[in-house]
């Protein structure tokens, strides 16, 4: 289980420092963004970024727009400029030049798509229609490496995390969360209509006859929600010790029987595996059941679907125009991404680490990777301190903790090691879809060759340079913040040290929690999954978690609607409760290094460091997406984050004279303390 943290945004890239000398320094807040007809007390999101969609109209492509999708959008068109140049050029074949301009010309050339229509879909398909017996099928999913009802994959074995192990986990549901399949709710029922509709939609523009399309959805969908009943609720997926069991291939036959694993092993190129990670053991199981016993048309089918769904984005007009609508009617879009976006993504999504290498060249210089290293070393500082102030926690559960603390590793900007990209192929005589199938092997083998019967290489990074995200792996007990997040309002040169600390130093503050949430506490400094906590210990940090799950359960994600789900959010909520009081108390450690900072325009340094966090999360969301993200992010909504994060935070209350009657206010012996 790799925990990360998405933090969606990107820009030009800006890099930034909270360095010692403040003097020409701005506040780095946008006082403009502030509705102050509302009381910070009674919500502080709307009081500190309530005019924020004023100065930056919501583009109707984004369901869910705010700081971090604008700098996404900013990003994309810096990415852009990049790529096209490289696009408008006659490149040497063979080159990585040539491999990303063909791509992007190839998704530009919308003429040649739509003449193209369904036919390299066509093509593929055609391999699963020649498909006779039930051993030919799972020997093709096999070779092709296709896992129709589970997940197979190989990643650090959690409990001797120095190694890797083939994993097998639970899979084949068209969506995430195993509740769309049975829940009575009618915003549910919504959600499974309307992704029939758009399976029988696709199947047609596949080329299937109406009366055949719709027989083959009503069978996809009986295997899934069959299927569905088996697997792991979202809640149960956060369990580590519950995702967890090592076995010999024999036990997974005998456990599976009577699917044959060791056949399927051995066609995937999985022939020296003796060991393997069965992840949701009841899940798979029944998934390999229904592998043996459903009609093999059934089969046939959830292969098609998975075919179909899978490339529908490479094909004509028509394909994307109906992704869309299935968009629409989910998440709340109101207008396709323009091609050109579209376009950039995609070369951005399979020629990575080569458009990531020129991003990093272009706006990242590496002495801005010693800047950050420093910051984060006095977030480390801050963690110990506050790790050591714990009353709950036994000196001998702090040792430990430190000792963890100390061993983390910090990946800042970019990989120290580029994946060599020259053997992959693009060739514009193939169609777009061909050759981002080409591509897809090519990075089954490169993954191959790097992880399959190999120790875990730590030097790996878990997502690319550009990306504006940033994560936590309790395998490698590792933080790593890529280039593309080193900037505002993360990461700001111009601002001072009030509005950095309030921004990166609390995202940098959210990763290292996350070695201490209540997933990741339960993996040692070396990064296996074992529990090093005394019996007390974790009692005492039970207590407080469920009091977290407890208070935001009751937070209203939609007014008067719909409740936000505590359980499905707590790491996440814990990890914005410990960045923000790590990253307070680290601003304080500056100050008290530095001195204090001067006022601006009446707010104090202690509440531009709250509105400076707050920002970072200014945005709206449809509804729509609200109720997906709901049930299926770990993440709580972005105006949840400010104010129930803010809520549970006593440096707020005192920064901005929070009292009792105002609508955030918790009282003190109520108030989550971790950390």
Not at 28 to 42: H, L
Not at 142 to 149: F, I, K, Q, S
Not at 472 to 492: D, K, M, R, S, V
Not at 613 to 632: C, D, F, H, K
């Amino acid at each position: 289980m790799k925990k990360m943290i998405f933090l969606l945004a990107a820009a030009g890239l800006v890099v930034a420092s909270c360095g010692t000398k403040q003097p020409g320094k701005v506040s780095g807040i946008n006082y403009d963004y502030m509705d102050t007809t509302v009381k910070a007390g009674d919500d502080f999101a709307e009081y500190a970024t309530g005019h924020w969609g004023d100065f930056n109209p919501q583009p109707p492509e984004y369901p869910s727009w705010g700081a971090f999708t604008k700098l996404g959008e900013e990003n994309t068109k810096t990415l852009a400029g990049l790529i096209q140049e490289i696009a408008a050029r006659d490149n040497e074949k063979g080159s990585i030049a040539q491999k990303i301009g063909d791509l992007y010309n190839m998704a530009m050339d919308s003429t040649r798509l739509n003449a193209e229509g369904a036919a390299p879909l066509k093509a593929h398909l055609a391999e699963i229609d020649a498909i006779k017996t039930r051993e030919e099928l799972l020997k093709h999913c096999a070779t092709e490496h296709d896992n129709l009802l589970f997940s197979l994959y190989v990643g650090a074995d959690e409990k001797d995390s120095d190694n890797n192990i083939v994993a097998i986990g639970q899979g084949g549901l068209t969506l995430r969360n195993k509740e769309y399949y049975s829940s009575k709710d009618a915003q549910n029922e919504k959600v499974r209509e309307a992704t029939k509709e758009h399976m029988n939609n696709l199947f047609m523009l596949a080329g299937y006859p109406e009366k055949e399309a719709a027989d083959k959805v009503a069978r996809i969908w009986a295997l899934e929600t069959e299927l569905a009943a088996s697997h792991y609720s979202m809640e149960e997926q956060r369990i580590p010790e519950k995702n967890y069991h090592k076995m010999s291939v024999e036990e997974l036959a005998k456990t599976c029987a009577p699917f044959d694993w060791k056949t399927y092993l051995k066609d995937y190129r999985y022939d020296k595996t003796t060991e393997v990670d069965l992840g949701q053991p009841e899940p798979v199981a029944k998934a390999c059941s229904l592998l043996m016993t459903a009609p093999l048309e059934t089969l046939k089918d959830v292969y098609r679907w998975q075919i179909i769904s899978g490339g529908s984005s490479l094909l004509s007009d028509d394909f994307i125009q109906e992704n869309f609508e299935y968009s629409r009617k989910i998440y709340g879009t109101q207008e396709i991404t323009p091609r050109w976006k579209r376009a950039v993504g995609l070369v951005d999504g399979l020629m990575s680490d080569a458009v990531g290498q020129m991003y990093v060249e272009k706006y990242f210089p590496p002495e801005a990777k010693t800047e950050m290293v420093e910051l984060v070393g006095k977030l480390q500082k801050s963690l110990g301190e506050r790790i050591q102030a714990q009353e709950w926690m036994t000196e001998e559960t702090k040792a430990k903790a430190l000792d963890k603390l100390a061993a983390f590793t910090v990946k800042v900007g970019y990989p120290d090691k580029w994946d060599d990209l020259t053997p992959l192929v693009i060739d514009p005589a193939k169609s777009l879809y061909e050759n981002a199938r080409a591509a897809s092997e090519f990075y089954w083998n490169l993954s191959y060759d790097k992880r399959y019967n190999k120790p875990v290489d730590k030097s790996e990074w878990l997502m690319p340079a550009q990306m504006v995200n940033a994560y936590y792996n309790p395998t490698t007990n590792e933080i790593c913040f890529p280039a593309g997040i080193l900037q505002p309002p993360f990461f700001n040169m111009n601002a001072d040290a009030a509005a950095n600390y309030g921004a990166i130093g609390v995202v940098i503050g959210h990763e290292m929690t996350h070695g201490f949430d209540d997933q990741g506490r339960l993996y040692t400094k070396e990064g296996n999954l074992q529990n090093w906590w005394t019996e007390a210990d974790a009692e005492g940090f039970k207590k407080p978690c469920d009091a977290m799950v407890e208070y935001f359960n009751s937070l209203w994600v939609i007014p008067n609607d719909l409740h936000a789900n505590g359980a499905l959010t707590l790491g996440e909520n814990l990890a914005d409760h410990g960045g923000l009081n790590i990253a307070y108390n680290a601003f304080q450690m500056w100050q008290k290094e530095h001195g204090r900072l001067k006022d601006d325009q009446g707010f104090t340094p202690e509440q531009r460091f709250f509105l400076a966090y707050a920002n970072v999360w200014a945005g709206s969301t449809s509804e729509e997406m609200l109720r997906y993200m709901t049930m299926t992010d770990v993440h709580s909504a972005h105006h949840l984050r400010i104010n129930g994060g803010l809520a549970q935070c006593d440096y707020w209350y005192d920064a901005f004279g929070i009292q009792p009657g105002d609508a955030l206010y918790v009282a003190p012996e109520n108030r989550v303390r971790v950390w």
